[in-house]
């Protein structure tokens, strides 16, 4: 029999856009609300699980980084930094709830403190990855990211629902 496979450590959502605007501040009465945008590429949805750590936040990247999922054209599939593309990072901890009767239950997320941490840690390594990449860099590509731990509001145009699943294991 087979020994029971483990639980994840993160998932992410990577979802092809054009375009993605994603409030990240709500106006309030005295202020205007804040957003940050980005031109065409990907959006990562990240949910960081127990056990999470910074090992398993360099394997992230370079995988994101590097998977082939964004359409150019009619030709073959590119990475996000062949493309080149931006990036969109959006914290998404509903990733990780787990039906229990009627209810979600998010019991295996990492307490939000450190999922803070890692979350930042997680953005600055998909900045430097993309920093130093010569025709991301040359293209003026940005990664963009929305605040841990908050409600936002995302408004998205795609050309296509071409959305896809990743969870990362520790053996990965």
């Not at 054009?18 to 609300?33: C, R």
């Not at 750590?53 to 062949?82: F, R």
């Amino acid at each position: 029999m087979a020994a029971p496979k483990q639980a994840p450590k993160a998932r992410v959502v990577l979802q092809q856009c054009d375009s993605a605007k994603l409030e990240v501040q709500p106006q309030t009465s005295d202020q205007s609300g804040q957003f940050v945008e980005v031109k065409r590429g990907m959006i990562v949805f990240i949910c960081l699980f127990n056990g999470a750590a910074e090992e398993t936040l360099h394997k992230m990247v370079n995988k994101i980084m590097n998977v082939k999922l964004c359409e150019c054209k009619g030709e073959q599939l590119m990475s996000v930094l062949d493309l080149p593309g931006d990036i969109l990072i959006i914290p998404q901890a509903c990733l990780g709830g787990r039906l229990q009767g009627k209810a979600m239950q998010y019991h295996s997320l990492v307490a939000k403190s450190e999922g803070l941490q890692l979350y930042n840690k997680f953005v600055k390594l998909c900045e430097n990855a993309m920093q130093q990449n010569v025709e991301s860099e040359e293209a003026g590509t940005v990664v963009k990211h929305g605040t841990y731990g908050n409600r936002q509001v995302l408004k998205v145009e795609s050309n296509g629902p071409f959305t896809h699943i990743i969870d990362f294991y520790t053996e990965d």
